[in-house]
């Protein structure tokens, strides 16, 4: 049987930011056609591509992400620690979800699809051209870091572009203009009266207020401003957009972009469970079955230098992914 965290070391030694998956893509689907299964690779964009592997289907999926964030971190292996990019999320979980399926197919279970897709640090690509291959599995187990735990639901989220706007002018010369930049100073710091919502499982909404670009140069009264800012859903989006719209009135413009909903999830007797707050390709692969959140290691640490998993937690998974599916295939 398959070392899960040699496996891991060899997905974290291939170079695989978002948009930039091929090399990981190839070496998993060649070591899933090694091992027996049937793969299919569904092209999302030119060079990159998601990896579909079954045997009967009609059971349990077992599905992560390939792509990370950048930038490329080697992996190294320090006392009871694998570190590097995507220790944890997710190359560590895919490696896990592999040996998993490894094992069951080894003790003769057929009823395991894999799916491994592209671009979810991104924009979610892969997810979306996934949900049109013609899944069967009953049961979705999606791998996001969520400490071992099976996560009861998860936060959404909601994009927006507040805007505000003035006249350039030469900066010797200011009051002949009109800067966009103070409107935007003076409404920031209001954001935090908004009412927002709470969940008793979910907890509160929250925001964070991600980038300010305004001007183009320090001798020209700045005519342009914008601020990007993520709420973090756990409700119903509709009175957070009333509640931001209002706030915004006659101050400001305002663009929506990407919205996720909240997600709630199946849980099983016998594993630990709390919410997430990050989001995940679960609302996106709605055609794969009832979802599940599971995953080792913890979203503190990813994206950062020193991203890392536990070698016995995720040793730990392997067993852990085996005894769900067997769980989700007797109910």
Not at 257 to 276: E, Y
Request: one cysteine or more; hydrophobic letters at 45%.
């Amino acid at each position: 049987m398959t070392d899960v965290v040699a496996l891991a070391a060899e997905l974290l030694a291939i170079q695989s930011t978002s948009g930039a998956e091929s090399g990981a893509v190839d070496f998993v689907s060649r070591w899933l056609v090694a091992n027996g299964w049937n793969v299919e690779l569904q092209e999302v964009a030119p060079g990159r591509a998601n990896v579909w592997a079954r045997r009967a289907g009609g059971g349990v999926a077992l599905s992560t992400h390939l792509d990370t964030v950048p930038p490329y971190v080697s992996p190294r292996l320090e006392g009871n620690r694998l570190y590097g990019r995507g220790a944890c999320d997710a190359k560590g979980i895919a490696a896990a979800m592999m040996v998993a399926a490894e094992q069951l197919a080894a003790d003769g279970e057929q009823r395991v699809d894999l799916l491994f897709v592209v671009g979810e640090e991104k924009n979610s690509d892969g997810a979306r051209a996934a949900n049109h291959l013609p899944a069967t599995s009953r049961f979705l187990i999606n791998g996001e870091p969520t400490e071992s735990k099976l996560a009861s639901g998860a936060k959404g989220s909601q994009r927006v572009i507040v805007r505000t706007r003035g006249r350039a002018a030469h900066s010797a010369y200011a009051y002949l203009g009109e800067s966009a930049i103070d409107p935007m100073l003076r409404l920031l710091p209001t954001l935090s009266t908004i009412p927002m919502p709470s969940d008793p499982v979910l907890g509160d909404t929250t925001l964070n207020i991600g980038t300010i670009r305004g001007g183009t140069e320090a001798n020209i009264v700045p005519a342009l401003c914008e601020s990007e800012i993520m709420f973090r859903l756990v409700g119903d989006v509709a009175p957070l957009r009333a509640a931001v719209t209002q706030w915004a009135a006659g101050h400001a413009e305002l663009e929506w972009g990407s919205h996720i909903p909240p997600q709630r999830f199946h849980t099983l007797p016998g594993f630990d469970t709390a919410p997430v707050a990050y989001t995940s390709d679960i609302p996106l692969l709605d055609r794969w079955g009832t979802p599940l959140l599971f995953g080792p290691g913890s979203i503190t640490v990813a994206h950062t230098p020193d991203e890392y998993v536990d070698v016995a937690e995720l040793r730990a998974a392997v067993d852990a992914y085996v005894r769900m599916t067997r769980a989700l295939l007797q109910s």
